[in-house]
């Protein structure tokens, strides 16, 4: 099983960063995806979530309106499309996939909103 997080970088407060996370390994369209992040001293939080059909989404009061998770089940594939981007939303971003009691997670990848 993996999942491989790509897409994240510096940018500026106000710009947009699209994340990636590309799963192998295991039935994708099983799975629900989610985003997650870790700020520095902080614990991992909830980012977004989007149900195995992709029929249903939630998102983090803190990302509403901004964040926009997708799934592509043809490529094995789930986004999170970030924009108006805020110094506080700097953090690793992690992708999780499960099912049940299985559960996998990404190696992470850093995002850094920052003038």
């Known amino acids: 099983v993996q999942l491989v997080e790509s897409g994240g970088g510096l940018v500026q407060p106000g710009g947009s960063l699209r994340l990636s996370c590309a799963a192998s390994?295991?039935?994708?369209?099983?799975?629900?995806m989610s985003w997650y992040r870790q700020a520095p001293g902080k614990e991992r939080e909830l980012v977004a979530f989007?149900?195995?059909?992709?029929?249903?989404?939630n998102y983090a009061d803190s990302v509403k309106g901004r964040f926009i998770i997708s799934r592509d089940s043809a490529k094995s594939t789930v986004y999170l499309q970030m924009n108006s981007l805020k110094p506080e939303d700097t953090a690793v971003y992690y992708c999780?996939?499960?099912?049940?009691?299985?559960?996998?997670w990404g190696q992470g990848t850093q995002v850094t909103v920052s003038s």
């Open positions: 999780n996939a499960r099912r049940g009691l299985l559960d996998y």
């Open positions: 390994g295991f039935t994708f369209s099983s799975y629900a």
């Open positions: 989007i149900s195995s059909a992709g029929g249903s989404r």
